[in-house]
């Protein structure tokens, strides 16, 4: 994405945009936690221990990002946030006025 492109976005579009990219980095990592289960399942040495399953071999969630009171909290504060700029902003132009 070009400099340009990036400030012509909206903010939905860009966090449209920043969720795309972290599913596609997950796929990834999990077609590679996938190939390391593999070589370390088929090297397994002990006969009398079974492997560890591959979601606690690597864990990709992380319960944070996951639930969505975490994300609204993000939302909240973000709106918060602008608010607060906003109500700056329009104080600068009284007192400049």
Known sequence: MSISDFFLCSFQELIILIEVYR???K????????????NMVSNWQNPKRRPPS??????????RETSEDYAEER????????????????RK?????
């Open 93 to 97: 132009k009284e007192l400049l006025n």
């Open 23 to 25: 599913s596609k980095e």
């Open 27 to 38: 796929k990834q990592w999990e077609h590679t936690r996938m190939i390391a289960y593999c």
């Open 75 to 90: 939302m909240k504060r973000l709106e918060e946030l602008q608010a607060m700029y906003v109500m700056k902003v329009q």
């Open 54 to 63: 591959l979601e606690r071999y690597m864990r990709l969630d992380v319960d």
